[in-house]
C-alpha cells in the first residue's frame, strides 16, 4: 500500500513538472500585442488646437551639409540647396492628418559629363500610405498608428510653428527609394544614416 501511495505521489509531481515546463516554454514564444498609448487617443468634445489647420514645411535640415545647387556653398537645409518642398501637414476634421513625407527627399549622386559627382536632391513620386490620427497634449502634438505613436511635433509659444524631428527609419526617400548618397566637402561618399528635423509654419 505504501509503495501504491508513494507511485502515485512520485508520478503527480512528474506530471506537474512536465505541466509547467511546457507551460514556461510556450509563454516564452508568444508575444504580447502592443498596447494602445492613451496619448494616442483624441476627446471629440475637445479637439486640439491644431484641429482643421493647415501647415507648410519652411525647413528640412539635416545633419550634414550638401552642395545641391552647385553654388560651392555647403547647407544643411535640403531647401536651400534644392527647389524641394514636402507634402503639407492638413489636420483633418476627423483626427487624421496627412503623412507630411508622402512626397519623398532623396539624396543622389550623378556624373557631371566629365568624371566628376554632384550631389542631386530629388523629391519626385508620391508615397500613398495611411493616415496617422492625431492628438495633441500642451504642445506637443501626436502622430498615431493604430495606437502606437509613429512621431510627434512640438509647438511654438504662438503656435505658429510646429517642428518634427524624424529618425531615419521614418524618411521614405532616404530608405524606401534608396536615395541616400552624400557627397561631402571633402569629396569622399557616405550613406547618410542620419535624421531631420522639420519646420512647419501654420498657413
Known sequence: ????????????????CTIDEVTME??????????????????????????GSQWNAVSFVIETPVDGNGDGVFSTDLFEES????????????FKAT???????????????????????????????????YSQEQDIVYFCYSGQIEFTGTLSNNDQTLTIEFTNDLLFGFNITGGNQLLRQNGTVESYEGGAIVTFERI
Open 83 to 94: 527647389s524641394c518642398t514636402i507634402s503639407p501637414i492638413i489636420f483633418r476634421d476627423d
Open 99 to 133: 503623412n507630411p513625407l508622402f512626397v519623398p527627399i532623396s539624396l543622389r549622386l550623378l556624373d557631371d559629363g566629365n568624371g566628376n559627382l554632384v550631389q542631386n536632391i530629388d523629391c519626385n513620386g508620391i508615397i500613398d500610405g495611411l493616415f496617422p490620427t
Open 26 to 51: 510556450g509563454s516564452s514564444t508568444i508575444e504580447q500585442p502592443e498596447q494602445p498609448v492613451a496619448v494616442c487617443f483624441v476627446d471629440p468634445n475637445n479637439p486640439p488646437a491644431v484641429f
Open 1 to 16: 500500500m505504501k509503495k501504491k501511495l508513494l507511485f502515485i505521489i512520485l508520478a503527480g509531481c512528474i506530471t506537474a
